[in-house]
């Protein structure tokens, strides 16, 4: 009888658990064969261990310790495409998220350099002046009739007999001037006159002869003609020496120089040996004196249009000097332009003042006040307000849309510090405080917070025109 060996018992048992349990799960449905797979495959799993440890037992060895892996159920196909997708989302939505963030970042920081671009001006608004009825204008003194003296003749200075600060007559020596070359001229022009008057008289008497040969038919009457010709060509070359002596002798007059009407010599420009040019052309042609009459004076004044309809010819007007406190100088308004300069828009007045003292002086600054009897609405602005540019006297002044708008102005009084207004601005007008010099109309400005209503800026007048 065959002995079994327990061994192979052992694996034939095995074959025929599996087989059989192989056999059951085909007929189970596919869940419950894979549950019953993993099951098998955990208990021989078990069993292999089992056997391992039993034999390293036998054999005096340890055996390894294996660390199975994680128990994680199978994904099914469904839930990994949404598990992606659910992330695919994520990130999109977060890529979009930072992208409008940064958008977000980008249009606040234009906005803010937009804002910082704008530059900031303070404003202030124009002080209205209480309305007075007399009109207080600069002006300055000049001449009635002033003239720069010149030579009319090529010489040299021989000596001057007035100088600077004299009073003149008309006719008056001033100058006496050496002219060796237009002496020579003079002698010269005399001998050829002289030489032509010598020729003139021959052919006069050939003309005489000829004339009573012809008469006894002992010359052509074409020889006659031609002697009489020769005769009044010498004539006519006698005319024309005599003009040319009568143009040297002038010349020679103008060697002595005259005080042309009564009046100051106020410059003196040569001393003797000086060599003088005719004329006034190039630096050589230097005038030698300047004669003024100072009785009456003339004073030009640029009346603003807003009080020009009230200027008359014919009104007074005073003039007040600051050399000469409480002194007034009475005038009269003895013509004006009768028109508006555009680029100022004032009218140019010319008040004459006597002078019979002298006591006025050409050339000085002076205050000329008339009584117009209009009432011009009148502000007061900081001096530092105001700009100076070609188109003449302007202001910046913002509108209420925040742009600049620059204003043409037409100025009463100086006060120093603040400038008296009588047309262009308004009260209620904001006017920019020290305005840059790029400044544009239409230019975008932010408003500086203002002072306080009623309180003026040091310096600046109150109502009524007097500084604070």
């Keep these: 009888m065959d002995v079994v060996n327990p061994g192979q018992l052992n694996g034939s048992h095995k074959y025929l658990q599996i087989s059989t349990t192989t056999m059951d799960t085909q007929s189970k449905p596919a869940e419950e064969r894979e549950r019953s797979l993993a099951g098998q495959y955990e208990s021989d799993h078990g069993r292999r261990h089992a056997d391992a440890g039993s034999r390293s037992d036998d054999y005096g060895r340890a055996a390894p310790e294996i660390t199975p892996p994680p128990k994680l159920p199978p994904a099914t196909p469904r839930k990994a495409l949404l598990f992606i997708g659910v992330v695919v989302l994520v990130l999109i939505a977060g890529g979009g998220l930072a992208m409008l963030l940064r958008m977000h970042d980008s249009h606040v920081l234009a906005d803010e350099t937009q804002q910082n ?122 005319a024309a020496a ?91 308004v003895v013509r004006t332009a009768d028109a508006i300069d555009p680029i100022t828009r004032t009218l140019l007045t010319e008040v004459d003042v006597p002078n019979k003292d002298g006591k006025l002086l050409p050339g000085s600054f002076g205050e000329v006040h008339f009584k117009p009897n209009i009432d011009v609405n009148k502000v007061t602005v900081p001096v530092n307000a105001m700009l100076f540019r070609q188109e003449g006297p302007q202001v910046a002044v913002v509108g209420s849309d925040g742009k600049v708008q620059l204003r043409h102005i037409s100025i009463g009084r100086d006060y120093g510090t603040t400038l008296e207004i009588v047309g262009g601005v308004e009260v209620n007008d904001l006017i920019i405080v020290n305005p840059a010099d790029s400044i544009e109309s239409g230019q975008q400005v932010k408003v500086a917070p203002q002072q306080q209503e009623g309180q003026p800026q040091r310096g600046q007048p109150q109502p009524g025109g007097k500084p604070s």
């Design 117 to 238: 671009a704008i530059p900031t001006v303070a404003v202030v608004h124009p002080i209205a002046e209480k309305p007075d009825e007399e009109l207080v204008l600069p002006g300055t003194l000049q001449a009635y009739i002033e003239s720069p003296i010149y030579a009319r003749t090529n010489g040299y200075l021989l000596r001057w007999y007035k100088d600077i600060g004299s009073h003149l007559k008309q006719g008056e020596l001033l100058a006496d001037i050496d002219t060796p070359e237009v002496d020579q001229e003079l002698m010269q022009a005399r001998a050829a006159r002289q030489q032509v008057v010598a020729a003139m008289d021959l052919a006069k008497i050939n003309a005489d002869r000829y004339q009573a040969l012809r008469k006894t038919d002992s010359v052509s009457q074409q020889e006659a003609d031609t002697q009489t010709s020769g005769y009044e060509q010498a004539m006519a070359n006698l």
């Design 242 to 332: 005599d003009a040319n002596v009568k143009r040297l002798q002038e010349l020679e007059g103008f060697k002595h120089v005259y005080a042309p009407f009564d009046g100051v010599l106020t410059k003196r420009t040569v001393d003797p040996g000086a060599l003088i040019n005719a004329g006034n052309a190039g630096a050589a042609g230097k005038e030698l004196f300047d004669v003024a009459r100072t009785d009456p004076l003339r004073v030009y004044v640029f009346v603003p249009q807003a009080y020009a309809p009230a200027i008359k010819v014919g009104m007074d007007a005073v003039v007040t000097l600051q050399e000469f406190p409480g002194q007034k100088f009475t005038g009269t």
